[in-house]
């Protein structure tokens, strides 16, 4: 997990100047009778604003690039829902977490499981469809509350310290069991969630462990929700990008070689990948050719590192938080995108978004 230590150092080695820093003029939310008239960001980060201790989640527009101020106090760990919902934990001054969902601007927050005896509730995860929210609580148990009434238990031995995934179409969950992420064995699981109850559709033990270094590992599925990837490390010290469907026995692992791999993301093209390799880079790699290739899309190495990439719903954007090597609170990383299209005349420039960022998502459903 990222470690509260250092202090910041402003780095301008890459000669990018800023779109946004923090200028947050306080605002109160508007209400909006219809959910499709609601002000939408590109979108939406956690950040810690200036004066305060309390992180906060934010919407941001890319054209007219202006921050919105939406939730005071909130960690958003998903992106926003087909519905225009969000879903986000609340810390209490007792040291108490609340599950929260909202609309899409921040207001009609309701409280979720409130009265469930969890002693922590650790993340809370909103599906695409809204249906859906997978809450970790008490450290190693998984839940799924569906329709924001119905409570389903999915594992009591889910890998502390990592992230499940819904699939695009949110009908279905995907997560790493296992005592934590540091210990071995470790399986993937994937559960069905439409039905009466979950059924649970796959069981696969890991041909390794999942790898981590700062953050908490994540999955990814490919964009038809028949394939999860994830990054592991086998016996020999080697990154792999492990792949799995729910649907039959496949199961592959790709090494990626001299650069290794923390955390992918699969593109719309079979055997090819976005990853952030061990040095902290990021990078675009391609298995489909019979050479594998790897090309550079954002500095790091030696002073930074490039966490929790996503990608735009027209696959021509990237983005990702960047944290210093000399200071990796949680909130102090920075917030840039990467324009995909400059890959083919290499001509990369990351645009800087904001700084005091935890974690950014797309808005894929902005009308």
Same mark, same amino acid.
């Given at each position: ?73 909130? /960690?958003?760990? !998903? ?6 919902? *969000? ?5 209490? #001054? +007792?040291? =108490? ?101 979950? /059924?649970?559709? !796959? ?6 462990? *999942? ?5 908490? #590992? +994540?999955? =990814? ?147």
């Amino acid at each position: 997990m990222i470690v509260r230590q250092g202090i910041k150092k402003i780095i301008q080695s890459i000669g990018v100047l800023a779109l946004v820093i923090f200028a947050f003029a306080s605002c109160d939310p508007c209400r909006y009778d219809d959910v499709f008239s609601i002000p939408e960001g590109d979108i939406y980060f956690t950040a810690l604003p200036f004066n305060t201790n309390q992180p906060g989640i934010f919407q941001i527009d890319l054209q007219e690039k202006k921050p919105r101020y939406i939730v005071e106090n909130g /960690i958003l760990y !998903s992106p926003p829902s087909r519905d225009k919902k *969000i879903v986000f934990v609340r810390n209490n #001054p +007792s040291g =108490s977490q609340d599950i929260v969902l909202a609309k899409i601007d921040g207001t009609q927050q309701r409280i979720i499981a409130g009265d469930y005896k969890w002693y922590s509730r650790d993340f809370a995860i909103l599906s695409s469809n809204g249906r859906s929210i997978a809450i970790g609580a008490n450290g190693n148990e998984l839940w799924l509350v569906r329709n924001e009434s119905e409570f389903f238990k999915l594992s009591s031995n889910f890998c502390k310290g990592t992230l499940p995934a819904f699939s695009p179409d949110g009908t279905k969950i995907a997560f790493v069991e296992g005592k934590d992420i540091y210990t071995s064995p470790q399986q993937l699981v994937v559960y069905y969630c439409e039905a009466d109850r979950p /059924i649970k559709i !796959s069981t696969k033990l890991l041909p390794g462990q *999942i790898n981590e270094i700062f953050g908490e #590992p +994540s999955l =990814s599925w490919s964009e038809e929700g028949v394939f999860v990837y994830l990054s592991i490390s086998n016996e020999e010290n080697y990154d792999l990008i492990y792949s799995a469907s729910y649907e039959g026995n496949y199961e592959n692992a790709s090494p990626v070689d001299l650069i290794g791999c923390v955390e992918v993301v699969p593109t719309l093209e079979d055997g090819k990948f976005y990853i952030t390799g061990r040095e902290g880079s990021l990078w675009f790699v391609n298995f489909a050719e019979p050479v594998s290739k790897y090309q550079f899309l954002s500095p790091g190495s030696g002073y930074s590192y490039n966490l929790f990439p996503q990608v735009n719903f027209q696959n021509s954007k990237i983005l990702y938080t960047r944290y210093y090597k000399d200071d990796l609170n949680l909130f102090h990383g920075t917030l840039e995108i990467v324009d995909l299209n400059t890959l083919k005349d290499k001509t990369i420039k990351p645009t800087i978004i904001s700084s005091n960022v935890y974690r950014a998502f797309w808005n894929k459903y902005k009308r």
